[in-house]
């Protein structure tokens, strides 16, 4: 349990930012009704409760403050407007995120081994957003929410959920490690070195849709009704953290280099998330369950395609500019003693396949939900985040970053 010590809404420095609405692209409307985005990130913090009082709050409210003059859209909502049109992001004078500021007697160092542990002793550190409301026949729904948990003398946490809509895990990085850079320094954001490259980039027309995906993905959600932030619900699941060190990574390259050369680049990612998915399916027939011989295990990845669009959108484009992939593969090839090879030959492929090629970015996605939704949900395992993020080096003048943890709804 956490004892919640202040609860305030933060919003960029008033009158600095223009009201704003975005159109949701079709990289944002794939994420609507789907669960928020939950992650935990943990740093050691040897100092009692009045430092946490009288020096860290004040210093990260008012880093975040002048943070939100630039990626001002975590502040706003996710607007629906009346007559059943089409969602987007918007931002006015005055809108704000929750921020919660609690403390909490959790054994922090059981939450942040790498054991076993509790999927619920996470959940009190997560702030809940705010509910939807209706302004003038609008529905409106808070996207982006902050609680900051200090574990006396031992750690801190600081906890985010977020709505998929108004942003995917390139653009949150870039937030965090602005608003750490801001705290660290204490300095306004554009007045940073290279602050051209750093600061969000919003312009929503570079993205083109020859297709006009979107219109279809719209067509598909508004016949679900709009429910707003689900809280988490009671949970049995166990977290558990493995490691693989840079010379098990290595071992898993030079196997897959050998038995797949038609792979031109056999990367970190690939090998890891073959080894995992594999080895999940062998774990649970391992454990005796039955599977038919045409028993079908899917695996999703996200890849960023800012790069790769026509034309290419810079770095620090804020939004969503991720595309879904799937691969599939009978159980029984996965369970063999091969079956490592076997996922890394698929996901390798279809990475080299489509990141490779522009063109090749677009196929498929117009049958995404008749693709996802004829498949059974059981056999499926999927990868958040990505290592070229370099979470580890965000720094708040706390020490280097201990553990970072996604909640899994």
Same mark, same amino acid.
């Given at each position: 349990m956490v004892n919640v010590l202040e609860e305030c809404q933060l919003s960029p420095p008033p009158g600095l930012v223009d009201e704003k609405s975005l159109p949701l692209t079709l990289f944002e409307i794939r994420w609507l009704h789907f669960h928020h985005v939950q992650s935990l990130f943990f740093y050691k913090f040897f100092h009692p409760k009045t430092h946490f009082m009288e020096i860290t709050i004040p210093s990260l409210k008012h880093s975040l403050s002048l943070v939100l003059k630039h990626f001002y859209l975590f502040a706003g909502n996710l607007l629906f407007p009346p007559n059943l049109g089409e969602p987007k992001i918007h931002y006015e004078d005055g809108d704000s995120i929750l921020m919660i500021f609690a403390e909490s007697n959790t054994d922090f160092n059981y939450l942040i081994k790498n054991h076993q542990r509790k999927v619920s002793h996470y959940h009190p550190l997560i702030p809940q957003l705010p509910p939807m409301f209706v302004k003038h026949n609008t529905i409106l729904a808070p996207v982006f929410a902050i609680q900051v948990t200090p574990f006396p003398n031992s750690g801190i946490s600081f906890g985010f959920t977020m709505d998929h809509v108004v942003a995917d895990g390139n653009s949150f990085i870039q937030f965090m490690k602005l608003w750490a850079t801001t705290h660290k320094l204490q300095r306004d954001p554009s007045m940073l070195e290279g602050a051209l490259s750093i600061l969000p980039f919003y312009d929503r027309a570079m993205v083109k849709d020859p297709n006009n995906i979107a219109s279809m993905y719209w067509q598909h959600h508004q016949k679900t009704k709009f429910k707003g932030y689900q809280p988490l619900l009671p949970t049995s699941n166990i977290l558990p953290t493995f490691l693989l060190h840079e010379a098990d990574i290595q071992r898993l390259k030079n196997r897959v280099i050998v038995k797949c050369p038609t792979l031109f680049h056999v990367s970190s990612f690939t090998v890891t998330c073959a080894f995992t998915w594999a080895c999940m399916v062998k774990s649970r027939a391992w454990i005796? =369950? =039955?599977? !038919?011989?045409?028993?079908? =295990?899917?695996?999703?990845?996200?890849? &960023?395609?800012?790069?790769?669009? &026509? *034309? *290419?959108? #810079?770095?620090? @484009?804020?939004?969503?500019? %991720?595309? #879904?992939?799937?691969?599939?593969?009978?159980?029984?090839?996965?369970? &063999?003693? &091969?079956?490592f090879i076997v996922a890394a030959n698929l996901i390798g492929g279809t990475i080299q396949e489509k990141i490779g090629r522009k063109k090749e970015i677009w196929e498929g996605l117009e049958r995404w939900y008749q693709?996802?939704?004829?498949?059974?949900? =059981?056999?499926?395992?999927? %990868?958040?985040? !990505? #290592?070229?993020?370099?979470? @580890? $080096?965000? $720094?708040?003048?706390?020490?280097?970053?201990?553990k970072r943890v996604h909640i899994n709804r």
């Open positions: 005796g =369950e =039955e599977v !038919s011989e045409n028993e079908l =295990e899917h695996f999703i990845f996200s890849a &960023d395609c800012r790069a790769h669009l &026509d *034309p *290419p959108l #810079p770095e620090n @484009y804020f939004g969503n500019c %991720v595309v #879904p992939f799937l691969v599939t593969a009978k159980s029984m090839r996965l369970i &063999d003693e &091969d079956g693709n996802i939704s004829s498949i059974n949900i =059981e056999r499926i395992v999927g %990868v958040a985040g !990505s #290592p070229r993020f370099a979470v @580890y $080096d965000i $720094d708040f003048r706390l020490g280097k970053l201990h």
